[in-house]
């Protein structure tokens, strides 16, 4: 997988970019990290810079991270997942711990994470209309500008949430849907034992301050943030207040 490294220090974080996204997803990061901190970012098979797999299955985005993991803990890093790269974080978690490779992951931070496959995705996976619905929303300049305008209230009024498919073919697009919609329920995350942090937006959707209960549920160890004025895009909405709850002040609070 093609990463990008920002930062030299010994404390290591690597995030995981969600559907649509690519490395440039933590890029809001960069001016807040500190001299003792280096962040890794990578694309993620199909995405960015990095070719597609020969089969787009959780496993084998999981075995790639997994090996990514194991070469970049300097013994331990950060393991931190945007939107639906939580998901993928949570399964990189959990076959190292149950292949005794846990002790390398110091530490999980979710940012509005989703625990459950949404209703409102079926149709683009739909083996009839799939592809249709796709093109005739985030495959399209107005499809993507109409999704944005319904989602306002999702977001602040500087960000666009489907910006990110402009630079994503529709083909991994759907390959990912495909994919997440395979994931277990929650419960399967359930023996990742490391530290975990959630960072919600404010103004998020109700599946993901839904999904953050659900979450502490399984994980007593779990700890929910709230970021002021941040809808679902909290790195890009509200980066200081991300910066600070990963980095190690305490900048939002804790719900």
């Not at 490294?5 to 290591?12: K, L, V």
């Not at 797999?53 to 013994?75: G, K, W």
Request: charge should be positive.
């Amino acid at each position: 997988m093609y990463v990008e490294r920002n930062g030299s220090g010994p404390r290591r974080f690597l995030g995981i970019h969600g559907w649509s996204g690519d490395h440039r997803t933590f890029d809001p990061l960069v001016p807040y990290l500190p001299p003792d901190a280096s962040l890794f970012a990578p694309d993620l098979p199909g995405c960015g810079k990095t070719p597609p797999p020969q089969e787009f299955r959780l496993e084998t985005v999981s075995e790639a991270l997994v090996r990514l993991i194991r070469e970049l803990a300097n013994p331990t890093l950060a393991l931190i997942g945007n939107s639906s790269g939580a998901i993928l974080a949570l399964s990189a978690a959990l076959h190292l711990t149950q292949t005794g490779g846990a002790a390398s992951i110091r530490r999980l931070v979710l940012i509005d994470p989703l625990a459950y496959w949404p209703w409102y995705f079926r149709v683009f996976v739909s083996e009839s209309i799939g592809r249709y619905a796709y093109a005739c929303s985030f495959g399209n300049p107005a499809g993507r500008w109409l999704v944005n305008a319904a989602l306002a209230g999702k977001r602040t009024g500087q960000t666009h949430l489907t910006e990110g498919f402009t630079a994503v073919s529709g083909a991994v697009a759907l390959s990912y849907l495909r994919m997440l919609r395979s994931i277990p329920g929650p419960e399967h995350y359930a023996p990742v034992k490391a530290p975990v942090d959630i960072l919600c937006g404010e103004r998020t959707f109700a599946s993901v301050r839904k999904s953050a209960a659900r979450y502490r549920q399984i994980w007593p160890q779990t700890r929910v943030h709230q970021v002021p004025g941040a809808g679902h895009l909290p790195l890009k909405e509200a980066p200081a207040a991300v910066a600070g709850r990963l980095f190690g002040k305490e900048l939002c609070p804790t719900i």
